[in-house]
């Protein structure tokens, strides 16, 4: 006989209903032709041999048995399935029925014509759980969802299996003799690229009793989920996960104004995955509310004008507003966005609090499906929450036990619009608020339009009138124990230890690759122009470029920021102050940011980078080894060793030090920077020395004017420049000293910069210019100075050393940090010992100046020395041997 479909069965302890199973296996109606395999997994009562043996006698040609040593359930399914793969080379489908259970008559011809007709892609046929024994019936219907499978094995074990499948390798796994192994088969396969597929009204019988063999894998579920999480920790990979999320469950709905259809999204700033006109998308949400295991909508809703989501992609800031929306549905029903025009170059991200209804301009609102259903209720009520009832335990939750409240995706929880106060003829709801400010003309488009709200209101109305036209009645009679699909994708990424991912999906083409630089802060410093610049060469290599400022809600946004990162994400006051400052490493502080609530959503913000750069971000230090864990690359980023009051060195390197176990490697700005780690134990291998460069480029056509006027200079006062921050670091108290030292002799002086940090510097006898950032502006004070004066107490290599050389300004400075690197002394500048008492430096200082101003050729020889040796230096250029690097660790078209 052709054999087409074969029916494996285990039989072990259970002889009693064996011929129950085997006789519902072949009393099959309509079915391909079919032979049932029972493999005897070495049971010990004779009664299941004997069993076995005349059913086999009964129906020769129809009924194999195997006999083997015991060795558990899935070497018996294997078994079973090693057999019927050789012995019938016609079988198209092989199907599992535990000894326990039954088949009503028309399952297998049912379910192989499903398969048949199904795509290629669709490698097993899974039914609903019909109890016997016990009462219940639970429906497994819907679409296939590989996120869904992740949290729960909603496919049975009773599965008809494309023979591809097997052909491809895969068995059940017989280490896992306790249980759990179905689910771990599925998993296996969904890896592999196969689907599931749904069959309705299947006709498979579960017996249910209180004592089983999954009943004993309950008791040890935590063990076989941590076993199964950690087998298949690559389907819960963030970007894997990202796009299940984005094919399966894309998390928004795009209510746009003057739009005519509604986006279903993951990324909106990509392409939608799904356009819907309204009707459809609100029958699609009455769907997911009446089944939300079996059906889907995006969990939340985006009313907005389009202007404004162009502006937000223009700025960087789309994701990161979309980010803190999300959080702050926690406790609000909806959150309102306000957008403020500032002539100041900074972006910044307030969030002011919430008010009771929705603000008449918001230019973009966002809330969720559950709350805009809840207003659409007749009643004006609140929906109870829908959840998992009393699961069965013959398909397990992956969701552990206690699962922290933080970690369950917000933006699930049913909020309180309710449809009056939306149509203002009551309390308005609860509305958090975000304000975004920009660098903006006052009358730019997209910072405030009625249009949202009114279009909020208009779809709640709307969906008014379709809950009533509905029936009452649920239109599935079946249970549902499974979790709702709106939530899914967070409650799988929470699987893996993170909050919900980032919304923003790979880049196409060239720019596949993510980077991200972490900082406490940014502002208009040299440490914010390295990380420019480098930036910069990063896009020249084709990565895509993030800033993550983890401590401030506002940065430094001048012209050239567009040009270096892609994106940016202010995050502040959740907890990333956390710091143990007593018991560290030598001193160094700790991070207790991993302890707090929101770090796990921090993780899902930066989950989705190939590579980040910890920038001298304490809290970050406590997220790195979890990063790493999750497929990212993670590297410091040192510039500078700091000193205490009493001159001892402490700061970011000690705190690297700290953490390097957890970093792939350390970016170091010098030589003498990159020997202090080596001393410190930081392995050479994870040193990567990538020297500064000027913090901006000169036309080369400047240079040379600036060279050619100071040739033709043959006298007059020399002119001394001192710029940057005005505080003790930078020894401005020194620079007071130095100035009154100075006074009356052939010398001018300008100070240029202001206090930051809070610091009241001294008195100066000259009067102090405001900061300067333009690079026209900034080379005009190079041009006009003989000498740069820095008598730091600290640094690394300042930026406004090359910066100045490169125009021929001679540099005159204390001898710390790495400036012995970037000035040779007596050649292209002058280095002032620093291991001295301060009379010492401020004699040295006075004595360097005289002999400057009384030897302008030695003046001019060191600033032409200066100018060549800068001439040549490029970010690119001294980038080359880290960025090569990175093309190693992820290659171009290769992102992770």
């Known amino acids: 006989m052709r054999v087409e ?35 005897d997994d070495g049971c010990p009562y004779p009664a299941t041999a004997r ?70 892609e669709v490698g097993w046929i899974y039914p609903d759980i019909d109890e016997f024994g016990g009462r219940e019936n639970w429906t497994t219907g819907g679409e296939f969802s590989l996120l869904q499978l992740l949290l729960a094995n909603y496919c049975d074990a009773g599965s008809l299996v494309r023979r591809a499948v097997f052909e491809a390798g895969l068995r059940f796994d017989e280490t896992m003799r306790a249980g759990f192994e179905d689910w771990d088969f599925w998993l296996q396969a969904a890896g592999r690229g196969w689907r599931g597929q749904h069959l309705p009204g299947a006709g498979f019988l579960y017996r249910r009793r209180p004592e089983s063999m999954l009943a004993g894998s309950e008791r040890i579920r935590p063990l076989l989920l941590g076993q199964l999480r950690q087998k298949h920790a690559a389907l819960l990979a963030p970007r894997r996960l990202l796009a299940l999320e984005a094919s399966e469950a894309p998390r928004h709905a795009i209510h746009l104004a003057g739009e005519a259809s ?220 499974r979790p709702p699909r709106a939530g899914m994708a967070a409650e799988a990424a929470a699987l893996a230890g993170i909050g919900p991912l980032l919304p923003r999906l790979p880049g196409t083409g060239r720019a596949r690759r993510d980077i991200g630089f972490i900082l406490p802060l940014f502002s208009f410093a040299g440490l914010e122009k390295v990380i420019l610049n480098q930036a910069r060469a990063l896009r020249g290599r084709g990565w895509r470029t993030h800033l993550i400022v983890l401590g401030a809600s506002r940065i430094d946004r001048g012209l050239e920021f567009a040009g270096a990162f892609d994106s940016v994400a202010l995050l502040e006051g959740i907890g990333e102050g956390e710091v143990a400052w007593q018991g560290g490493y030598f001193g160094a502080g700790l991070s207790r940011f991993d302890r707090e609530a929101a770090a796990p959503e921090v993780l899902g913000l930066l989950a989705g980078l190939d590579v980040a750069v910890n920038v001298h971000s304490l809290a970050a230090q406590g997220l790195m080894a979890s990063l790493r864990g999750l497929g ?21 390197p000690h705190i690297q030090a700290a953490y390097e176990h957890a970093y792939d490697g350390v970016m170091v700005i010098s030589a003498r920077l990159r020997d202090w780690c080596l001393g410190a134990g930081i392995p050479a291998e994870k040193l990567h020395l990538v020297r500064n460069a000027p913090g901006y480029a000169s036309p080369p056509s400047v240079v040379a004017a600036a060279l050619a006027a100071r040739r033709r200079l043959a006298s007059g006062p020399l002119k001394l420049l001192f710029l940057g921050r005005l505080d003790a670091q930078k020894g401005i108290d020194r620079l007071a000293a130095m100035i009154g030292r100075t006074r009356g002799e052939a010398v001018q002086w300008r100070i240029v910069g202001r206090a930051v940090l809070g610091e009241v510097p001294p008195p100066l006898p000259v009067a102090v210019e405001p900061p300067v950032f333009a690079p026209a502006a900034l080379d005009a004070l190079y041009a006009w100075a003989d000498v740069l004066v820095l008598p730091s107490r600290f640094e690394g290599v300042p930026l406004v050393v090359l910066e100045a050389q490169r125009l021929g300004c001679v540099p005159v400075a204390t001898d710390v940090g790495a400036m012995a690197e970037a000035i040779a002394h007596g050649a292209d500048g002058l280095l002032v010992p620093h291991d001295a008492p301060e009379e010492s430096i401020l004699a040295g200082f006075t004595a360097a100046i005289a002999a400057l101003a009384a030897d302008r050729a030695r003046l001019r020889a060191m600033g032409e020395a200066a100018a060549a040796r800068v001439a040549g230096a490029g970010w690119e250029t001294v980038m080359r041997e880290f960025l090569d690097h990175l093309d190693r660790l992820c290659p171009p078209g290769e992102a992770a």
């Open 5 to 39: 479909v074969a029916v494996v069965i285990p039989a072990y302890r259970q002889p009693g209903l064996l011929a129950e199973a085997v006789l519902s296996a072949l009393d099959q109606q309509g079915a391909p032709p079919t032979a049932v395999v029972v493999v």
């Open 51 to 120: 069993t076995a043996a005349d059913l086999a006698a009964a129906q020769p040609g129809r009924i194999f048995v195997l006999r083997q040593p015991n060795r558990g359930l899935s070497a018996a399914r294997n078994a079973g399935l090693g057999f019927s793969l050789a012995a019938f080379p016609g079988c198209r489908a092989v199907y599992f029925l535990d000894a326990d259970n039954r088949l009503l008559p028309r399952f297998l011809g049912r379910a192989m014509a499903a398969l048949d007709a199904a795509p290629a």
């Open 262 to 481: 509604v986006a279903w999204t993951l990324d909106p700033g990509a392409p939608p995955a799904e356009l819907l006109d309204p009707g459809t998308a609100r029958r699609r949400l009455a769907a997911a509310m009446a089944a939300p295991g079996a059906r889907f909508h995006p969990s939340l809703l985006i009313f907005a004008e389009p202007a404004t989501l162009t502006l937000l992609e223009r700025f960087g800031v789309l994701h990161l507003v979309l980010w803190w929306a999300g959080r702050l549905l926690a406790e609000a029903d909806a959150v309102a966005l306000e957008v403020v025009a500032t002539a100041r170059p900074e972006l910044a991200l307030d969030r002011p609090g919430m008010v009771e209804g929705l603000p008449d301009e918001a230019p973009l609102i966002v809330t969720t499906s559950a709350a805009l259903w809840a207003a659409a209720a007749p009643s004006g009520g609140i929906p109870a929450r829908h959840q998992s009832q009393d699961r069965p335990d013959v398909v397990q939750d992956a969701a552990p036990s206690g699962e922290p409240p933080e970690r369950r995706r917000r933006s699930d929880r049913p909020g309180t619009l309710r449809a009056a106060a939306l149509a203002s003829e009551g309390p308005g709801p609860r509305t958090a608020r975000l304000r975004l400010h920009l660098p903006l003309e006052p009358e730019a488009a997209g910072q405030r339009s009625p249009l949202p709200a009114r279009q909020l209101a208009l779809e709640v109305a709307a969906l008014g009138q379709l809950r009533r036209s509905r029936s009452p009645r649920p239109a599935e009679w079946k249970r549902e124990y």
């Open 632 to 652: 990212v690359r993670c590297f410091g980023g040192l510039h500078l060793m700091e000193h205490g009051p009493w001159g001892e060195p402490h700061g970011t």
